[in-house]
Structure formats: structure tokens, C-alpha cells
């Protein structure tokens, strides 16, 4: 079988480079494009030297996703919502794999996610590393286990340059605690505490954001009940984690079929 050809979004990025190196270094897959804004620097330029290589590939980084997509088999996309958007739609017309890591998506955004995947296999998760994943299959057990005496507070922490908080992390922890607790996280989350809030509501689900330095990113699920706390933890330490799920994304995708998918799926946890 010949390899899986992979178009990356946001390919100067520090995410971007990170991917393709990913992409390079895995079996069964090619980097077949990288995508910038139209006016980039870095239009025309290699992909593997842009990510570090000491040989090009011959493979440069362009502004036109379209005829990219038309012949490509999969597009990883750490981008932002509204191009995000615009590559879903895009990858539904070349009925393609769409492997979505993008965060700070609104309803309007997901909209269209969804729309897309009627005719695109579309894999989206707010972290593609396999250890959040399972941390977040643990939380829902938890949760479900867990009586409302129990108060469920989520701490996230990331470098300065990210924009959006909570992280799309921290929000599939708390979808995970609320699906276990059956009920809707946008009923019982809260987002943040300044001056007099009162007392804790019960059975909400706060959320805490930390942003300095380079942290890659940090999350921590506590569970506190009078005179007991459970936390439950997972430490970022390469971007590559992200990296590596989001091409075994890429592979799982392929020949799938439409549909909207997330990484349980992809690892094999949506019954835990």
C-alpha cells in the first residue's frame, strides 16, 4: 500500500514544524503539503528544513489549500476556528480525513465541523495525546462513581502565547466528569471566581487557567469531599505527544468513512 499523503496546516508553526517531523519519521505516511496564510514568510519555503532537516524534500509550504486537499489523503489541522472552518468544508469536497486539534471552537464553528463530516472522516479532539485520553476516560468513571458530595475542580496550565482558556483540554475533562455525572457541562461549569462569589454551588464544575513561561501543558482533575481529595494529573512534556496522536489519527481515518470521530475512538476507549 502506498503511503498515506499528509497536508499540514500551519506548517511554520511550532506545531506545525513538530508535525512534520512526525509525519516524516512515521511509517506510512509522506508529508504531501504544508499550508500558511496568504502573505506568509515562509510561502515557498521547504517543509523539512523549515522543521529542521538538513535536506530539503522538494515539498514547499503554499497558501492553497484546494488543490492541496484534491489530491492529498489527509489533512492535519492545528490552526485556528475560523480557518478551521474553511479546511472542514474544503476536506468534505475532496472527501478526505480531517484531523481537527484546533481549540477555542464556538457553536457556530462546530456547526460546520459537524456539517463536514457528512461527507469527510473528521477526527476532533481538544488533545490528541494518548494519556489525556485516558485521563479522561478515568475522570468519567470517576465522576459516575463518585456522589455530588464531591466537588469536581479542573486546573490547567500552558505557556504565555496561548489565547483561548479554559484549554480544549481542560474542557474535554470536564465534558468527561459531566458525562459521567449525567448531566451538561454548560449547566454546571464555572469559570472563574473574582471578588465576593459566595459559596461553592454544588455539583458545578470550576475551572481554573494558569498561563507563563514555555509550559507545554499541565492538568490536574481534583475531586475534594470533606477531609479527602483525589487528583488526578497528566504533564505535557514535548508537543510531540500531540504530534503522534494526531498522525495515528491520520492512519485510522483512512478508509473509515464519513463521520464525526474523537480520539476514544481512535484508541479504543469509547467503552471504558
Not at 482533575?221 to 488526578?232: H, N, P, T, Y
Amino acid at each position: 500500500m502506498s503511503d498515506i499523503k499528509i497536508v499540514i496546516t500551519g506548517a511554520a508553526g511550532r506545531m506545525g514544524r513538530t508535525l512534520i517531523r512526525q509525519v516524516t519519521e512515521t511509517a506510512g505516511c509522506t508529508v504531501f503539503g504544508g499550508l500558511e496564510p496568504e502573505g506568509s514568510a515562509f510561502l515557498g519555503q521547504d517543509t523539512a528544513l523549515l522543521a529542521g532537516y538538513s535536506e530539503p524534500s522538494g515539498v514547499c509550504v503554499t497558501c492553497d489549500p484546494l488543490e492541496l486537499f484534491a489530491q492529498a489523503d489527509a489533512v492535519i489541522d492545528f490552526s485556528v476556528p475560523a480557518a478551521t472552518a474553511k479546511f472542514a468544508g474544503f476536506a468534505a469536497q475532496a472527501r478526505i480525513v480531517h484531523v481537527v486539534g484546533t481549540t477555542g471552537i464556538d457553536e457556530d464553528t462546530q456547526a460546520q465541523i459537524k456539517a463536514a463530516s457528512r461527507h469527510a472522516t473528521i477526527v476532533q479532539e481538544g488533545n490528541m495525546s494518548l494519556g489525556v485520553n485516558l485521563l479522561g476516560a478515568l475522570v468519567k468513571k470517576v465522576a459516575a462513581t463518585l456522589d455530588i458530595e464531591w466537588d469536581i475542580e479542573i486546573l490547567e496550565m500552558h505557556h504565555r502565547h496561548k489565547v483561548d482558556a479554559p484549554s480544549g483540554t481542560a474542557l474535554l475533562l470536564g465534558e468527561a466528569a459531566a458525562e459521567g455525572r449525567e448531566v451538561d457541562l454548560n449547566d454546571v461549569s464555572d469559570r472563574g471566581r473574582d471578588g465576593i462569589t459566595g459559596a461553592r454551588e454544588a455539583g458545578h464544575i470550576g475551572f481554573s487557567s494558569l498561563r507563563g513561561g514555555s509550559v507545554v501543558g499541565e492538568h490536574s482533575v481534583i475531586f475534594a469531599a470533606d477531609s479527602e481529595r483525589m487528583v488526578l494529573s497528566h504533564i505535557a512534556e514535548d508537543r510531540a505527544i500531540f504530534a503522534r496522536g494526531a498522525v495515528k489519527a491520520a492512519l485510522w481515518g483512512k478508509g473509515k468513512g464519513p463521520g464525526l470521530f474523537g480520539m476514544a475512538d481512535v484508541l479504543g476507549l469509547s467503552d471504558i
